[in-house]
């Protein structure tokens, strides 16, 4: 049971890390936000009060979501994956 309790937290952790991620891509203008959690869900951790963050996005240590995908908006290499970069 205790196993089976961990998994459920685990994905409803993963849930939340995608949505906070496909909600802040979405707000950007992406062309597919799911295209975002693909690329980012890998740098991102929940801390301890709830927050999510992601690593290695860009020089700062750690950023939330929306600072990740406006960070990779302003980048020419990934204009491709919003409306208003092509």
Do not use: C, T
């Not at 961990?6 to 906070?20: C, K, L, N, P, W």
């Not at 891509?25 to 690329?39: K, M, R, W």
């Not at 869900?41 to 860009?58: C, F, H, T």
């Amino acid at each position: 049971m205790k196993a089976q309790l961990s998994g459920f937290q685990a994905r409803a952790e993963s849930d939340r890390v995608a949505d906070e991620i496909r909600n802040a891509a979405h707000a950007a203008g992406a062309y597919n936000p799911d295209q975002f959690v693909d690329l980012l869900r890998s740098k991102a951790r929940q801390l301890p009060n709830g927050e999510i963050v992601l690593r290695d996005v860009m020089p700062a240590a750690l950023q939330s979501a929306a600072e990740a995908v406006d960070y990779m908006r302003a980048d020419p290499s990934y204009a491709n994956l919003f409306k208003d970069g092509v």
